[in-house]
C-alpha cells in the first residue's frame, strides 16, 4: 500500500520535494520573528493528524516509513516544538499534525540549519528530524540527540538516516 500525500503524489516524492525545495538556514536556535514565520510549504505529507500519533507510520524525510512512538506528541521537546508552530500560525495546538519524524546523525554541529557567516564544529552529531503540518504548511525542527528542537526555517540536507 502507497501512502499519498493530500494532493495524490506519494509520500517520497511529497518528502523529496520538501527536501529539495529547501536550502540554507536562516535561523537556528530562535526561529523567525513570531509575526512572520517562514513555513516549508511544498506539497505536504501527513501520516498523522492532530493528536492520533499511537501506533501509527510517520513518512521518513527519505521516503521510507518510521513507526511514530506511541507518546512522542507528548514528550517535552516534541511538545514544545508543537507549541512553538501552533504560536507562530496562531492556532490551537490540537491542529498541529506531526507529518514526519525521523532519528538522524547530521552531517555537522549546524545541524542542518547553518547560518551564513557561522563557524560549526565538522563532527557528525546523533540528532532527530521533526517536520510539523498545520494545514498544508510544513515546519521542520532540528534537535542533537535528546535535546531540545529548533526552528529551521531554511533547512538543508545536512543529515543522514540510520
Known amino acids: 500500500m502507497t501512502m499519498q500525500a493530500p494532493l495524490g503524489l506519494p509520500v517520497a516524492v511529497a518528502l523529496a520535494v520538501l527536501l529539495v525545495a529547501t536550502s540554507g538556514c536562516a535561523a537556528s536556535g530562535d526561529g523567525a520573528t513570531p509575526g512572520s514565520p517562514s513555513p516549508t510549504s511544498p506539497p ?8 492520533g500519533t499511537g501506533g501509527t507510520a510517520s513518512a521518513s524525510p527519505t521516503g521510507g516509513t518510521t513507526p511514530l512512538p506511541a507518546d512522542l506528541r507528548t514528550h517535552p521537546a516534541v511538545a514544545a516544538a508543537i507549541a512553538d508552530v501552533a504560536q507562530r500560525q496562531g492556532v490551537d495546538p490540537a491542529q498541529v499534525a506531526i507529518a514526519a519524524w525521523q532519528p538522524v546523525t547530521w552531517n555537522d554541529g549546524s545541524l542542518g540549519c547553518p547560518k551564513e557567516g557561522m563557524g560549526y564544529t565538522q563532527v557528525q552529531v546523533d540528532g532527530q528530524l521533526l517536520v510539523l503540518r498545520v494545514d498544508t504548511a510544513l ?11 529548533a526552528y529551521c526555517a531554511n533547512p538543508s540536507k545536512g543529515y543522514s538516516v540510520g
Open 44 to 51: 505536504s505529507a501527513t501520516a498523522s493528524s492532530g493528536s
Open 139 to 149: 515546519f521542520q525542527y532540528h534537535a542533537r540527540g535528546g535535546g531540545p528542537f
